[in-house]
C-alpha cells in the first residue's frame, strides 16, 4: 500500500479510506465511476473499480461507497493473510 500512497497524486480526487478495518484510498471519483485501492497485505492491494450507469437503487448514487462495498465483499472472501 505504501506505494499506492507515494503515488496518489496521479490519482483524481483521491482521499485516504478504510474498508472492513484495511486501508484504502478512493480515486477518480469522477462522474459515473469510483475506484478504490484496498491494503490486505504489506506488499499486496487490489483494486475495485465500479461504474454505475443508472442511479436505480438509493445505494448507487454514492459510487464510492458501492465501491467500498464490493470491495468488502471481496475481503470477506479472501484467505487469511498467513
Excluded: W
Aim: charged share 25%; aromatic share 8%.
Amino acid at each position: 500500500m505504501d506505494s499506492v500512497y507515494a503515488n496518489r497524486a496521479r490519482f483524481d480526487n483521491s482521499e485516504e479510506s478504510t474498508i472492513n478495518g484495511h486501508p484504502g484510498i478512493r480515486f477518480n471519483k469522477v462522474g459515473m465511476s469510483c475506484g478504490v485501492y484496498v491494503g490486505v497485505a504489506d506488499k499486496q492491494v487490489f483494486s475495485a473499480d465500479v461504474g454505475v450507469r443508472r442511479d436505480v437503487k438509493p445505494e448507487y448514487k454514492d459510487r464510492c461507497a458501492f465501491a467500498e462495498k464490493v470491495a468488502g465483499m471481496v475481503l470477506s472472501n479472501l484467505p487469511p493473510a498467513s
